[in-house]
């Protein structure tokens, strides 16, 4: 019999920035995704500290956020002995390889990365060299694992555009090398919006506290935030054009409950915003009860976090160091 080697399944990756603690737009765009797909994929999720630090952090609160979003990346179910879970800057082979990436990008197609655009306005005291190059980072997080999926919400599409863009020109000068990455937008969750400003995407780092939920807010606060959530003066629960507010919360109540837009409009016909705002909030607070409880559990466990800590660095650093040495090789770096 031929013994044929087991096909490898996908590869997906995806990393989030540990600035904050996650809002249900990174748990619906991003989160909830990577806990599916971890199931039939071959999956790498990662914190992604190294991104965090183009915006001025405190040394102690960057320690402290990180250790916690790895924790809560653990309770979101991304069971280590399945998928590699690692922190970004536990793997050196990230910033070697983002080097070698900025030489293959071109100053004008970073220059229009509408992310580095607004954050330049948002720091205008320190638009550093970090914040430009921000995407090639993220373009070797992805290359250098062969991913073939990057779970995203559709504020990142632009960065995988780029990193599409500069893998493709490596592999049009050295020949093939990497993996041509597709970008994962669920087709409900990509974009939440603010519960304050619904026309603008929610935020971690909106100074305003009731225009985003967090995770990990207790359900007072969650019921709170979904009642003062701003709506329109039609009191038709109802998906359609110019009721933004409407729209996003049936956006959040269809991501937790699997129901259609139709479905949401039959179930609170005559019904008014008041009854339908807090029916959101209860959903939420059912979805994300698991991850609340494993995350109490795991993050008050040190030792096992540092011990998941260790095991991702390990793993995810093989597979990147082969992804390293190809494309060293193929630049034409003397190998010892
Ligand atoms: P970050 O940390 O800003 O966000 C993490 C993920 O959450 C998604 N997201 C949203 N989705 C829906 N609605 C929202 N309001 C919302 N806000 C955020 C983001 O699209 C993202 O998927 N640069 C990335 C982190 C990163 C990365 C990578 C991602 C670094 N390296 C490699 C993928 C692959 C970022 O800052 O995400």
Request: glycine fraction near 6%.
């Amino acid at each position: 019999m031929e013994n044929k080697a087991p096909e490898r399944k996908p590869r997906v990756l995806s990393l989030i920035q540990p600035t904050a603690v996650p809002t249900i737009g990174n748990y619906f765009g991003a989160l909830k995704n990577w806990k599916a797909m971890s199931e039939d994929y071959d999956c790498l999720f990662g914190v992604a500290d190294l991104h965090a630090i183009t915006v001025r952090q405190e040394p102690a609160m960057l320690r402290k956020q990180s250790t916690e979003m790895f924790a809560l990346l653990l309770a979101n179910g991304l069971a280590p002995e399945k998928s590699i879970v690692f922190m970004q800057s536990h793997v050196p082979q990230h910033s070697q390889l983002a080097w070698l990436l900025n030489c293959y990008t071109q100053f004008g197609e970073a220059s229009r990365m509408t992310q580095f655009k607004d954050k330049s306005q948002k720091h205008a005291d320190n638009i550093n060299v970090g914040l430009f190059s921000y995407p090639t980072l993220m373009a070797a997080d992805i290359l250098l694992y062969q991913a073939n999926f990057v779970p995203i919400g559709a504020d990142q599409k632009q960065h995988l555009e780029l990193t599409r863009n500069i893998a493709d020109r490596f592999n049009g000068i050295h020949g093939n090398t990497f993996t041509m990455p597709e970008p994962f937008i669920g087709k409900k969750g990509a974009k939440i919006t603010s519960l304050q400003d619904p026309t603008s995407k929610m935020s971690k780092s909106d100074p305003n506290p009731k225009a985003s939920v967090s995770v990990l807010d207790e359900p007072n606060v969650i019921m709170k935030k979904f009642k003062s959530a701003v709506t329109d003066s039609e009191a038709c629960v109802r998906y359609a054009d110019g009721k933004d507010g409407i729209n996003n919360l049936m956006t959040i109540y269809s991501c937790c409950t699997g129901k259609s837009y139709e479905e949401i409009e039959n179930e609170f016909a005559g019904k008014g915003y008041g009854d339908f705002k807090v029916s959101v909030g209860e959903a939420v607070v059912e979805e994300l009860r698991p991850l609340q409880e494993n995350y109490k559990r795991i993050i008050a466990d040190t030792a096992y976090v540092n011990e998941c800590m260790a095991k991702g660095a390990e793993r995810a650093s093989r597979l990147a160091q082969r992804t390293l040495d190809k494309c060293m090789k193929k630049i034409g770096f003397k190998q010892i």
